[in-house]
T-cell receptor
């Protein structure tokens, strides 16, 4: 049962344009959401996070939007750069587990930014 | 470099052998996590430490797997009698809030 879903396995965008990566979740107990970027043979790199009390968080070129009623979040990258090409994972955690903030992950979306 | 290190980066072993991996977290982080990632999947939670206490183990962690964090600093993950299905990337993360990951240990069981 996939509690965090990334329905697009891949996305291709032109350099300078906006990249929008989507994520849906089913567990209403999730209250913290994170995006990670991963290159082959490396560990995931933290990008940006958002708490369920917010609907937007921005950090430089990266913005995450959260729509709690739709159980949907998205990562916007503007402008996209070739170095952004990687696999992007959406992850979520729940305060229900107490101090164990284990992350539940989507399957990832492979982003290709073309020069 | 996230400040989390893992050793070794790669391990190739024969089926039935024991392997041990080490994780050195960010020193001020008291939470440590182990995950496993196979091709085409997101990471899957294995186990969690708060300081030296192992507070949760996933059902994925069979009796052949054991993890320790003896002094609340570094952690080890041991797999006994490895099987081909154990081949995966083993990831360690340390956390106060966001989890920061090490580079992972790629295990190949022949």
């Amino acid at each position: 049962d996939q509690q965090v879903k990334q329905n697009s396995p891949s996305l291709s965008v032109q350099e300078g344009r906006i990249s929008i990566l989507n994520c849906d979740y089913t567990n209403s107990m999730f209250d913290y959401f994170l995006w990670y970027k991963k290159y082959p043979a490396e560990g995931p790199t933290f990008l940006i996070s958002i708490s369920s009390i917010k609907d937007k968080n921005e950090d430089g070129r990266f913005t995450v939007f959260l729509n709690k009623s739709a159980k949907h979040l998205s990562l916007h990258i503007v402008p996209s750069q070739p170095g952004d090409s990687a696999v992007y994972f959406c992850a979520a955690s729940s305060a229900y587990a107490g101090n164990n903030r284990k992350l539940i992950w989507g399957l990832g979306t492979s982003l290709a930014v073309n020069p | 470099d996230t400040g989390v290190s893992q050793d070794p980066r790669h391990k190739i072993t024969k089926r039935g052998q024991n392997v041990t991996f080490r994780c050195d977290p960010i020193s001020e982080h008291n939470r440590l996590y182990w995950y496993r990632q196979t091709l085409g999947q997101g990471p899957e939670f294995l186990t969690y430490f708060q300081n030296e206490a192992q507070l949760e183990k996933s059902r994925l962690l069979s009796d052949r797997f054991s993890a320790e964090r003896p002094k609340g600093s570094f952690s080890t993950l041991e797999i006994q009698r490895t099987e081909q299905g154990d081949s995966a990337m083993y990831l360690c993360a340390s956390s106060n809030l966001e989890q920061f990951f090490g580079p992972g240990t790629r295990l190949t069981v022949l």
